[in-house]
């Protein structure tokens, strides 16, 4: 059991959790940050997705305690004063999901990818997202997403 | 059926406190002579829709409008298209709706979200009501200003007069009159030509919720003081449990292990300590000798589980296949495979004053509530079930094991208790798409004529196991066989593995006959929507033109189930030195009569197509001796984005028919198109699902 600080979304919270215990779980069930979702367990289908420090981490596969000190970015921290990101603009224009449970895991990896890369090939976007699950089969309309997202922020929308 | 009929209404005491709650204003309750709210009661189980109601729209005095469901939105979009529907009967603009869904404390009984149902059956009975609501506002209105009924427009929520003067909102007209009417039963509905509303790609209710991470899905549910539960699992299928040591699991801090006979659980203050102390209960089990995936379609072949006649039957197989000029026999055979639903199961349930309250994933919310009822018996007034909007289900969530699981914890723990199944444990310890066996013998004239299609399907189930084929001799069987896994229902059942049988042979059948698969299916096909979507699909995909090469195949299929009709071409690569296939292309071209929500149709069709590649190539399940061998996705592998090729969908709109559900039958295609693919390249036929699983085609 240890006791730290975790860094979410611009806020300081106080943790006690055992060593082992997964980030995604003290998200999930101590902090109530439910936007991030258990998909897997195993890093294996990206539902947990969040960003430590700008990069796509599964937060499922990484102690709570050793993400002390990061900047924590969960889905809920996307939007601000009202405003989404081209990213959460884009899924919503292109209607890029079904059931919506994987779509928290696939922004936030789509936010990780179009930081790195303004604007990313059809395959770089593959690549990056294939460890991302969507079992309802929306991956033409989440690429087509990612690709309009791009295109939203280099005209400089945001 | 008498239209127009208006029956006498009862509320209950219960629907009088609710309306109450609602505040004033005009609630519709559809008759309970309507032939579709009798069609939606009967049949299961001896349940009958309740006498009072059978559907309910409520408007109140602001003008917002709730509509009340049992169906429940696990992704297919219904939130979305069944309020269209009721917003074009009941003239009001699509964002004043707020649909009220699977809360059994509020809304109709109903049988559960499955077979395509919702559209054909659910939607009209919600439009009847809502055109019945607007017959009684215009009447009000018209009463208010003495004026002939038939003169009058209900138009955005707002009735006015002819000569445009005057109008009145639904919330002014309902205010203060408190309102409660049955209404009649079968009213004439708005023709799909005049849709403005319905028949548009309106975006899924709620998306903002989505991409925010707002929204609440089953598992996310948080209650005052809640705590959580984890459950002991048995080592395997008919596992019997030996002995069992709690000692170490009850030292973890604020753990208390739960027995009642057979189950063994945990409570505790955190999720992570629950699952350790789980981990921490020492259980010996003994398992009993058991089938394996080795010899499983032998075995299921050979274990009936009860008697079984034919499906169809005309003239006699066994005269025309022996006088026929071509003949094949084949057998088929599929794996068992899992629904994998992104969110697992999950249950929060509390107890208050000896009522249960439950929040969880569920397309059957009353099939819930009455396990509950059951198990922990309780009257109907007893037990709420609630179901938050879902992380899909795909046919997968029919039954209620979370539900009893946190509502047994919660009560013997005195409070509320979430459980969270974990990849594993959906894997272990849910239900399966049947594995099955399929033997067909068929034969045509050398001119291309089919005459005889005798199909026999072991244990994968009877859905869409009727040939669209015109053939004059048919003997088409089930066999339900004692299966060695636990099985249920999956989105299509065994219309998949059914067309992939089917449409193997009859492109078998086309390229023994040297004929155009196309041209022999168009041959045989006499129905005008089937043939419809055949060409349709053939046009766009250019199938006059593509020519199969060892590293290239064009494959089609065809089909239709549930009232939607499809034609699926697939174009696949196959790598000359590793034999590796990789799906290119697919067209698949799809009606199913008059769209609601075109925009919501494509995405369905589309990622049935995309969930179909994963049975078609790579999934299974894994097992032996009663063990699940492969229960994680790093070891089920389900399709990705890297598998997932160029794909076109073709709507056709048919105004003119009643619009059915669209969630199911586009999954069919994909698989037998593939497999027509990989024989068109390769001269090899897979007559098993998955093709692939080892990513090549292995020369049999």
């Known amino acids: 059991m240890s006791k730290f600080l975790l860094h979410i979304n611009g806020q300081d919270h106080s943790v006690q959790a055992p060593d082992e215990e997964s980030l995604l779980s003290v998200l999930r069930n101590r902090l109530a940050l439910t936007g991030t979702k258990y998909g897997c367990g195993e890093g294996q289908c990206g539902a947990c997705t969040v960003l430590m420090d700008g990069a796509a981490t599964r937060s499922c596969q990484i102690p709570a305690a050793a993400a002390a000190g990061a900047k924590i970015t969960t889905i809920e921290g996307l939007e601000r004063q009202g405003r989404l990101t081209p990213v959460q603009d884009a899924f919503l224009e292109e209607g890029a999901y079904q059931c919506g449970y994987c779509t928290s895991g696939m922004i936030m990896s789509a936010s990780a990818l179009l930081h790195d890369n303004h604007s990313p090939t059809d395959e770089q976007i593959v690549t990056a997202m294939n460890g991302n699950v969507c079992r309802c089969g929306t991956y033409p309309r989440i690429l087509a997403a990612i690709k309009r997202a791009a295109s939203l922020s280099a005209g400089g929308t945001r | ?700």
Not at chain 2, 47 to 54: A, C, F, I, K
Not at chain 2, 235 to 247: H, P, R, V, W
Not at chain 2, 431 to 440: D, K, Q, T
Not at chain 2, 563 to 572: D, K, L, N, P, R
């Open chain 2, 1 to 700: 059926m008498t239209t127009r009929e208006t029956a006498s209404l009862q509320i209950s005491v219960d629907r009088r406190g609710f309306l109450k709650l609602l505040g004033g204003g005009l609630l519709v309750c559809l008759s309970p002579s309507s032939a579709l709210a009798q069609e939606s009661g009967r049949g299961f189980r001896g349940h009958e829709l309740p006498n009072d109601v059978s559907a309910w729209i409520h408007i109140g005095a602001d003008g917002r409008v709730k509509v009340f469901t049992g169906k429940v939105e696990v992704g297919q979009n219904i939130r979305t298209s069944l309020a269209q529907a009721v917003a074009e009967e009941l003239r009001v603009p699509f964002e004043s709706i707020t649909m009220v869904m699977g809360d059994t404390d509020l809304v109709p009984w109903d049988m559960g979200t499955f077979g395509s149902r919702t559209t054909p059956t659910m939607s009209p009975q919600l439009r009847n009501m809502a055109v019945a609501a607007r017959e009684l506002l215009v009447e009000a209105a018209a009463k208010r200003w003495n004026i002939d009924p038939s003169k009058l427009t209900a138009s955005a929520g707002k009735i006015t007069t002819p000569d445009g003067q005057k109008f009145i909102t639904y919330g002014n007209l309902t205010r203060g009159e408190d309102l409660v009417k049955s209404a009649p039963g079968d009213p004439p509905l708005t023709p799909a030509t005049e849709w403005k509303i319905a028949g548009t790609p309106v975006p899924k209710a709620n998306g903002h919720d989505f991409v925010t991470g707002k929204h609440q899905f089953p598992s996310d549910i948080v209650r005052p003081g809640m705590a959580f539960g984890a459950v002991l699992r048995p080592e395997g299928y008919n596992a019997k449990l030996d002995s069992i040591e709690t000692t170490a699991a009850e030292k973890l801090p604020g753990v208390k292990v739960i027995r009642d006979g057979d189950f063994t659980g945990v409570v505790a203050e955190d999720a992570f300590t629950a699952h350790q102390a789980v981990e921490a209960i020492k259980a010996k089990w003994t398992m009993p000798s058991q089938p394996s995936n080795q010899g499983l379609f032998d075995y299921l072949k050979a274990n009936p589980d009860g008697e079984s006649k034919p499906d169809h039957q005309s003239g006699s197989v066994a005269d025309a296949y022996s006088s026929g000029d071509v003949k094949l026999e084949s057998r088929y055979t599929t794996e068992y495979i899992a629904h994998t639903p992104l969110e697992p199961r999950a249950a929060v349930a509390e107890w208050n004053d000896g009522k249960l309250t439950v929040w969880t994933g569920t397309q059957r919310p009353f099939g819930v509530h009455e396990e509950l009822m059951q198990t922990f018996k309780l009257s109907p007034k007893q037990v709420r079930v609630i179901q938050p909007d879902m992380g899909s289900g795909y046919g997968g969530k029919h039954t209620g094991e979370a539900a009893i699981e946190a509502a047994r914890l919660a009560r013997a723990a005195g409070k509320p208790v979430k459980v969270v199944w974990t990849r594993e444990e959906e894997f272990t310890c849910a239900y399966f798409r049947p594995a099955g066996l399929v033997e067909i013998k068929s034969a045509a004239r050398k001119d291309g004529t089919l005459v005889s299609w005798e199909f026999h399907n072991y244990n994968s189930g009877p859905a869409g196991i009727e040939t669209p084929y015109e053939t004059p001799n048919q003997l088409i069987q089930f066999h339900p066989s004692k299966s060695p896994l636990r099985q249920g229902s999956y989105r299509g059942l065994a219309a998949t593995f059914n067309h992939f049988a089917r449409e193997s042979q009859i492109d078998e059948m086309a390229h023994a006959l040297h004929m155009d698969p196309v041209a022999f299916r168009l041959k045989n096909i006499s129905n005008p929507r089937l043939r419809a979507v055949v060409r349709a699909a053939a046009e766009k995909f250019e199938w006059d033109s593509a020519k199969s090469s060892p590293e290239r195949g064009f494959g089609l299929s065809c089909g239709t189930d549930k009232g939607g009709f499809v034609a699926t071409c697939a174009e696949i690569a196959v790598n000359p030195s590793t034999k590796n296939v990789k799906v290119q292309r697919a067209v698949q071209a799809w009606e199913c009569g008059a769209i609601v929500n075109p925009d919501g149709l494509r995405n369905q069709v589309q990622g049935a197509l995309v969930q179909g590649i994963g049975g078609a190539l790579f999934e299974r399940i894994l097992f032996s001796n009663g063990r699940i061998e492969n229960p994680h996705l790093s070891k089920y592998r389900v399709p990705r984005f890297s598998d997932t090729p160029q794909i076109d969908i073709i709507l056709l709109d048919r105004k003119d028919l009643p619009s059915a559900g669209a969630g199911e039958t586009g999954i069919v295609g994909i698989a037998p198109a593939i497999g027509n693919a990989i024989f068109a390249a390769t001269g090899t036929r897979l007559r098993h699902m998955p093709l692939t699983p080892e990513d090549n085609v292995v020369k049999s």
